[in-house]
C-alpha cells in the first residue's frame, strides 16, 4: 500500500508544483500589466510577438516603463526622451503646440501598447526614415526601436500575432488570470 501512495502522491505533487509556477507567473503578469496601465492581454501579445525579437516578458515590461515614464516627462515638464519626437511634429507638420500638446496627453492616456502605436502610426504619416524612428523611438525606451516592426502597418504583426495566440488558447482572459494569481497569492500566505 505504501508503494502505491507513494506512486499517487509523486504524479500529484508535479501537478501542484506546475500550478504553483504557472499561478506565479499569472500573478506577475496581473501586476506588470497593473503597473503599465496595459491589460493583461495585451501585455501577453506584446510579450510573445516581442519573443519573436528576443526579448523576455520582463525586458518588455521595462521597454514600456520607459516609454510612459518619457511620456509622462514630457505631459508634466515638455521636456524629456519624448520631446525628440514632438519637436518633429512640429517641425514636420502644420499641427500647434496646443495640438501637440493634445496628442501627447491623449498617448499619455492610453495603455502603454496603445501609446505606441499611435507614435508609430504618427512616424510613419510623417515620412520618418528608419533611422529617423529608430532615434525617436530609442528616445522613448532603450530597444524600442528594435520592436518597431511589432508595430508597422497599423500594428499588424502585433494583431496577427495576437489573434494566433489567442486562437491557439495561449492568451489567457484577465478572468483566468486573476484566479490564479488568487492562487498564487494564497500560496505565499
Known amino acids: 500500500i505504501g508503494a502505491t501512495a507513494a506512486s499517487i502522491g509523486a504524479p500529484i505533487a508535479a501537478m501542484y508544483t506546475m500550478a504553483s509556477a504557472a499561478a506565479e507567473a499569472d500573478l506577475k503578469l496581473l501586476i506588470l500589466s497593473d503597473r503599465l496601465s496595459t491589460s493583461v492581454e495585451d501585455l501577453q501579445k506584446l510579450s510573445g510577438a516581442a519573443a519573436v525579437y528576443g526579448y523576455e516578458q520582463e525586458q518588455v515590461a521595462d521597454i514600456l516603463g520607459d516609454f510612459q515614464e518619457k511620456l509622462g516627462e514630457f505631459t508634466s515638464t515638455d521636456g524629456g526622451g519624448a520631446n525628440d519626437f514632438f519637436e518633429m511634429l512640429t517641425n514636420h507638420t502644420k499641427l500647434t503646440g496646443k495640438e501637440i500638446k493634445e496628442l501627447a496627453k491623449t498617448m499619455a492616456g492610453k495603455s502603454g ?9 504618427n512616424l510613419d504619416q510623417l515620412g520618418a526614415s528608419t533611422q529617423e524612428q529608430r532615434f525617436v523611438l530609442e528616445s522613448f525606451a532603450s530597444e524600442l526601436g528594435n520592436m518597431a516592426p511589432i508595430f508597422a502597418n497599423n500594428g499588424k504583426v ?10 491557439y488558447g495561449i492568451i489567457k482572459p484577465l478572468e483566468a488570470v486573476e484566479a490564479s494569481a488568487k492562487f498564487a497569492a494564497q500560496q505565499m500566505t
Do not use: S, T
Not at 502585433?158 to 495566440?165: A, I, S, T
Open 113 to 121: 501598447v496603445e501609446a505606441i502605436q499611435i507614435l508609430k502610426d
Open 158 to 167: 502585433f494583431n496577427e500575432y495576437g489573434k494566433q495566440l489567442e486562437e
